[in-house]
């Protein structure tokens, strides 16, 4: 059923249709509950991307596969599902982010590095995500876009796994820079501070871990003019 010839015409396709940003978010929040369904919509349904993007974690699931063809490599997988998120998400805005808002948290696990290293870059421009927290803002109206929900969704599935955990936290540290507040109560600050919560768990990180990434936020606030 699945060939190479397949497996590399389906990266095209799904970084093809996952790397289209949204017409809702070039219209101003306040508006869009006015505007037609052609000036709001993507030429592909929510379905098929939320498909594409199941797609993409699915493939990473089949590296440990011990049933593949011998024509497979297990990396070949993963490296078509880092292919497809590296892609989408190279050279991202905004937009992008919201217009993936349903779909982070499956390309997030369908590869991990590739999503975080995407997400690393976009935040060296300090004013990337501004607009991506800003669309449920006090003043937007009581049908505003939850935009960043599925970012911090997709970090909070991520940073279960030990490996991540240095480097989720540092991400939300720069994403809470970027967050002034809004409508809704997921927020960066939220996500960064229920990672070191004593009693409820959100990720497998060793107690010594945590510490000392509460050991350098505190340095460095202290050292903060």
Known sequence: LINPRRLERFVKVAANVLSKRSPLFAI????????????????????????????????????????????????????????????????????????????????????????????????????????????????????????????????EILVWEPKWFTEIVRLLVLLTQSDSGGQYGNRPIKALIGLFHPFARRSWASNDQRIRELERLASGIDSGP
């Open 28 to 155: 101003p929040p306040t508006e869009r509950l006015y505007a037609s369904n052609e000036q709001t919509e993507l030429p592909e349904s929510k379905q098929i991307r939320i498909g594409l993007a199941e797609s993409v974690a699915w493939l990473s699931t089949c590296a440990s596969h011990r049933g593949l063809p011998s024509q497979y490599r297990a990396t070949d997988f993963t490296s078509a599902a880092d292919k497809i998120v590296g892609e989408v998400l190279k050279d991202s805005d905004w937009q992008l982010w919201a217009s993936l808002n349903e779909n982070l948290q499956a390309l997030a696990e369908g590869a991990p590095k590739a999503f975080l290293d995407a997400l690393k870059n976009a935040t060296s421009n300090d004013a990337s995500f501004a607009p991506l927290f800003a669309q449920d803002a006090r003043g937007n109206g009581l049908f505003c876009e939850c935009a960043h929900a599925g970012l911090l969704w997709a970090l």
